[in-house]
């Protein structure tokens, strides 16, 4: 074998190796998800790219304050992303412009609005969370019938960093 098969065999070796490993890091560590919508305002703006860690709730379960991304159970193609604002056996009610979380009112500092109109109270199945997005007024989250409690198993994954446009390069916190 000449130099230049070698050379060129070890290429594609190397070729290969980064096409499965970039495979298996987006099939289970990573993704990317475009924001759809302005229904997480002012945490996230349309047209958006966020990073979602996929590992995270393969090792634990989502937290309050939690962006999540996923999967809408009437159209399974297409995904979600909203804050996970209760979990399993909590009791949910908005009224008064509040949200109440067995009783007590969640502070949102992260909202750019009150939440108006009326729901509950509901208390979170189990497996299941209760997701809210930011812009409360004009989003579909699980005080929609649509999209109800959303079971662990449709959880993509945790939105952790928005990375475009690079100027509004930042991570996505509680």
């Not at 096409?19 to 560590?29: D, E, H, M």
């Not at 990317?32 to 393969?58: A, W």
């Not at 750019?112 to 729901?119: D, K």
């Not at 005080?143 to 446009?165: E, M, N, Q, T």
Request: charged share 25%; aromatic share 10%.
């Amino acid at each position: 074998m000449q130099r230049w098969e070698k050379e060129l065999l070890e290429w594609g070796k190397a070729l290969l190796f980064a096409i499965l490993l970039a495979v298996l890091i987006r099939t289970f560590v990573v993704d990317i998800y475009i924001v759809d919508g302005n229904s997480m305002l002012p945490t996230l703006h349309d047209q958006e790219r966020v990073i979602v860690n996929k590992l995270v709730y393969r090792l634990g379960t989502p937290e309050p304050g939690d962006v999540v991304v996923f999967s809408y159970a009437r159209e399974p193609w297409r995904d979600f992303v909203k804050r996970v604002i209760a979990l399993p056996g909590d009791q949910v009610e908005i009224k008064n412009n509040r949200v109440l979380i067995n009783g007590v009112a969640l502070e949102e500092p992260y909202l750019g609005a009150s939440t108006l109109g009326r729901y509950g109270p509901v208390v979170v199945e189990p497996g299941t969370v209760f997701v809210l997005g930011d812009n409360r007024n004009f989003s579909m989250d699980s005080r929609d019938d649509s999209v109800g409690l959303v079971p662990y198993s449709a959880i993509r994954g945790k939105a952790s960093l928005v990375f475009w446009p690079f100027k509004a390069l930042r991570m996505i916190g509680h």
